[in-house]
C-alpha cells in the first residue's frame, strides 16, 4: 500500500468521479483507475461501486475513507515536523478567491509568501463565495477570499478584510437620486441588478428583503462589479454594490439605504489548525491587508 494510492482514494472518494478525481490530483483518468484497482486487490475488497452513476463508497470503502485521511495526515506531520527542524517551510496552497475580486492585497500577500519561501506552490481558483467556503471546510481548498453577510462563518477562522453595509448604484437623474437616503422598499420598487446567489452582496440583499417583507425582483445578474455598475449605468435597473464597489464608479451617484444593518463582509477563511505553509502565507496576509 502506498501514500499516492491513498491519496488517489480520498481524492475519489471526495469527488465522487474518478474524471474530476484524476485532475485534482493531475494524473490520467486510466492511471488513477489503476491504482485504485491496485488498492483494491491489495485490501481483497471494493471500495467503490462502479456500477452507479457517481464513484459511490463501498461499505469498506466507507470504513477505510478516515483511516486513510489519517494515515495522509501522518505523513504531512512527518515532513513538517523534518522542515521545522530544517527551518524549511514547502508545500501546496490551494486558494480561492471570489469571481472578479481583484484584490491587490491578496496578490501582494502571496508573491511576498513565494518570494520568503520558494518551495511553496500556488493554485488560484475563482468561484461564488458559498462554492469556496464549501472547498475550504472539505480541505479542497486550504484559504479562500469570500464575500459574506453579517458575521464570519463560526466553524472557520477568518480575517475580515471589508465589512460595509451595501448600496444602491444609479444613473445620474435617477428617481432614487431625489431623496437619498432611501428606504429599501424604495429601491424595490424599481428593477434590481445585482451579483449572483451564493455572493455575498446578494446574500446581504435577500436577507435584508426576506426580514422586511420586500420582494425585490434581480432582473439582471453579474459576476462582476463593473459588469453590474455598467449594464445600471445604460439605465437598466439599479445596481446593488457594496460602498466601496460603488465607490469605483463616479459616472454613476451612489444612494445609500438608510434601514439596511446587515453588512456585506469580504474575508479570508480557513480551517483551524493550518499547515506551516498557509501559515506563512497568512502571515503575510495580515501584513498586506492591515
Known sequence: MELRQLTYFVAVAEEANFTRAAARVHISQSGISAQIRQLENELGTPLFDRTARTAALTV?????????????????????????????VRGQLSVGMVTACTVTPLFDALAACRRAHPGIGVDLVEDISDVLLDRVRTGHLDVALVGLAGGPPTDLDTLTVVSERITALVEPGHPLTASAPVRLADVCEHPLICMPVGTGVRTVLDRECAAAGIEGEVVMQASAPDAVADLAGRGLGVAILSTSMAAAYPHLVPVPIADTDVDAVLALVWKPAPSPALREFLRHAHRAFR
Open 60 to 88: 469498506a470503502g466507507k470504513a477505510s475513507l478516515p483511516h486513510a485521511r489519517a494515515a495522509l495526515a501522518a505523513a504531512r506531520s512527518v515532513h513538517e515536523a523534518v522542515d521545522d527542524v530544517n527551518q524549511l
